[in-house]
């Protein structure tokens, strides 16, 4: 059975501070895909990034980066410098995918997210 | 460009009544899938539909239905609705590739109370 979890459930920061949210899953599938989404109170989910099951090399985009590493079945996210517009809810999900295809199933696992708050 | 939109916003329902909810996807996009995130809960899947038909179902009940339009546009219908239907509704379009969908995007939600 798939499943992810993030132990996580709320971390609080001081603007400016570096942190990082934690996200373990499971599968028996050899192909499949990772996601990061952040809910602002809006209620939208904010798509931040996906990598598939065979590219392990670690992301960069501005402060955020992403370490996935299938040894651990991890795919933890950081976000350096943090800001007050960080403040949200962050989810990482699992889907099965058929990557030689480039897509996913759409059908997601989410974990039950992690609630930032970041203090000025 | 339109994301995608979702109505109605907020709605309060009593229990055994039925509830619709509706869909725009984002332009150019084709697939639809519905997710249900109870409080303090990441979302669960529901469905997905493409080419009006229903392509994947996630765990819930028969009371869960939809229906997807010529324009991809999309309804989410409960029937008999509990108190435990109580969650914000989700839609997520995306564009279908040959091996499933590709990226999800989100709408801002439907927030359902049940009484």
């Known amino acids: 059975a798939q499943k992810v979890t993030q132990a996580q459930t709320e971390i609080s920061v001081v603007e400016k501070e570096d942190v990082t949210l934690d996200c373990v899953y499971e599968t028996r599938d050899t192909t499949y895909y990772l996601f990061w989404y952040k809910q602002p109170p809006s209620g939208e989910l904010v798509f931040l990034i996906r990598?598939?099951?065979?590219?392990?090399q670690n992301e960069i985009s501005g402060r955020y980066s992403w370490n996935f590493q299938k040894s651990t079945s991890s795919f933890n996210f950081t976000i350096t410098a943090s800001q007050v517009v960080d403040s949200a809810v962050y989810f990482c999900?699992?889907?099965?995918?058929?990557?030689?295809?480039?897509?996913?199933?759409?059908?997601?696992?989410f974990g039950k997210g992690t609630k930032l708050s970041v203090k000025p | 460009d339109a994301g995608v939109t979702q109505s109605p916003t907020h709605l309060i329902k009593t229990r055994g009544q039925q509830v619709t909810l509706r869909c725009s996807p984002k332009s150019g996009h084709d697939t639809v899938s519905w997710y249900q995130q109870a409080l303090g809960q990441g979302p669960q899947f529901i469905f997905q539909?493409?080419?009006?038909?229903?392509?994947q179902r996630g765990n819930f009940p028969d009371r869960f239905s939809g229906h997807q339009f010529p324009n991809y546009s999309s309804e989410l219908n409960v029937n008999a609705l509990l108190l435990g239907d109580s969650a914000l509704y989700l839609c997520?379009?995306?564009?279908?590739?040959?091996?499933?969908?590709?990226?999800?995007?989100f709408g801002e939600g439907s927030r359902l109370t049940v009484l």
């Open positions: 539909y493409y080419e009006e038909e229903e392509r």
């Open positions: 999900a699992l889907s099965e995918g058929l990557v030689n295809y480039g897509g996913s199933q759409g059908n997601l696992i």
């Open positions: 990598r598939n099951s065979f590219d392990e």
């Open positions: 997520a379009s995306s564009f279908w590739t040959g091996g499933g969908t590709g990226e999800l995007f």
